[in-house]
């Protein structure tokens, strides 16, 4: 088990950093949090020291990621709260069996379990259909799969509209850059943007799905291929590994893609 910190900078000084991150006024989080705007005040600024209890209380009402609420325990002098295990520890034994059971399940169609920074920690055969035509480059872990859809060499150039699935990906990590103020997110954000923005690509219009969700529509010999992609996050983690891991599934959007997926995991007899 691991626990991650961040020597420096004062318990107060990272509470105020993360209200006014959150947009939240001394009096609202004194309000939420059953304390009063003064002593608050005296926390940020150096005056008071908070309990952990009051930590953890105030860490809660800002929606602050597991590992930050640890560091601000450490920065005020106190023992981490949330533990952070190697997936590979015997605590985490049942998470793996049902991320299994998940990835497993959704055969023939492409899934995988990424952890904070997208980097890939499982998937299922069927996500062979993404990465077939990718550069050993961007397959040699720690393979992140951001970097893998939009990178030239990798999903890209099979992506049929490229421009709005890019804009979609590129949303989601700077919003999740923003809330979790996470420095290697950002840094993946900024190297995301350098790469083509697909705006040569004229995608086909025939179909209406792009009216109701965003999908994925990919290349795959001569056929266009259609995914609805879901995002599942596991409930209440108390372990800063599990709360950042997230499976990625995509789900075929019409029959072709339905077909496609099904002929793909069916095995080809062999001649005697």
């Given at each position: 088990?691991?626990?991650?910190?961040?020597?420096?900078?004062?318990?107060?000084?990272?509470?105020?950093?993360?209200?006014?991150?959150?947009?939240?006024?001394?009096?609202?989080?004194?309000?939420?949090?059953?304390?009063?705007?003064?002593?608050?005040?005296?926390v940020e600024t150096?005056?008071?020291?908070?309990?952990?209890?009051?930590?953890?209380?105030?860490?809660?009402?800002?929606?602050?990621?597991?590992?930050?609420?640890?560091?601000?325990?450490?920065?005020?002098?106190?023992?981490?709260?949330?533990?952070?295990?190697?997936?590979?520890?015997?605590?985490?034994?049942?998470?793996?069996?049902?991320?299994r059971q998940i990835?497993?399940?959704?055969?023939?169609?492409?899934?995988?379990?990424?952890?904070?920074?997208?980097?890939?920690?499982?998937?299922?055969?069927?996500?062979?259909?993404?990465?077939?035509?990718?550069?050993?480059?961007?397959?040699?872990?720690?393979?992140?799969?951001?970097?893998?859809?939009?990178?030239?060499?990798?999903?890209?150039?099979?992506?049929?509209?490229?421009?709005?699935?890019?804009?979609?990906?590129?949303?989601?990590?700077?919003?999740?850059?923003?809330?979790?103020?996470?420095?290697?997110?950002?840094?993946?954000?900024?190297?995301?943007?350098?790469?083509?923005?697909?705006?040569?690509?004229?995608?086909?219009?025939?179909?209406?799905?792009?009216?109701?969700?965003?999908?994925?529509?990919?290349?795959?010999?001569?056929?266009?291929?259609?995914?609805?992609?879901?995002?599942?996050?596991?409930?209440?983690?108390?372990?800063?590994?599990?709360?950042?891991?997230?499976?990625?599934?995509?789900?075929?959007?019409?029959?072709?893609?339905?077909?496609?997926?099904?002929?793909?995991?069916?095995?080809?007899?062999?001649?005697?």
């Amino acid at each position: 088990m691991t626990t991650r910190t961040r020597p420096g900078r004062p318990v107060g000084q990272l509470l105020r950093d993360w209200r006014r991150r959150r947009g939240v006024s001394q009096l609202d989080l004194s309000i939420e949090a059953g304390v009063s705007a003064r002593h608050l005040s005296f926390v940020e600024t150096g005056r008071s020291r908070p309990s952990p209890d009051l930590i953890l209380r105030l860490a809660e009402r800002l929606d602050m990621p597991l590992a930050e609420r640890n560091t601000m325990l450490l920065a005020g002098g106190y023992a981490p709260a949330y533990p952070s295990h190697e997936l590979t520890d015997p605590e985490l034994a049942p998470f793996r069996a049902a991320v299994r059971q998940i990835l497993d399940g959704h055969s023939p169609s492409p899934a995988v379990l990424v952890d904070q920074h997208w980097q890939l920690v499982e998937a299922n055969p069927a996500v062979a259909l993404f990465t077939a035509d990718a550069k050993p480059h961007l397959l040699a872990p720690p393979v992140n799969v951001l970097r893998l859809s939009l990178h030239p060499d990798g999903m890209a150039p099979r992506i049929l509209n490229l421009p709005e699935w890019r804009a979609h990906l590129l949303a989601r990590l700077r919003q999740q850059a923003a809330t979790t103020n996470d420095p290697i997110l950002s840094d993946l954000l900024e190297e995301l943007r350098g790469y083509p923005s697909g705006d040569d690509v004229v995608a086909p219009t025939s179909h209406d799905l792009s009216r109701v969700v965003i999908p994925l529509r990919y290349r795959h010999g001569d056929r266009e291929l259609s995914f609805i992609s879901t995002t599942t996050l596991f409930g209440t983690p108390l372990d800063v590994t599990v709360s950042g891991l997230a499976v990625e599934a995509f789900f075929p959007a019409d029959p072709v893609t339905t077909d496609t997926l099904q002929a793909l995991a069916t095995p080809t007899a062999g001649t005697g």
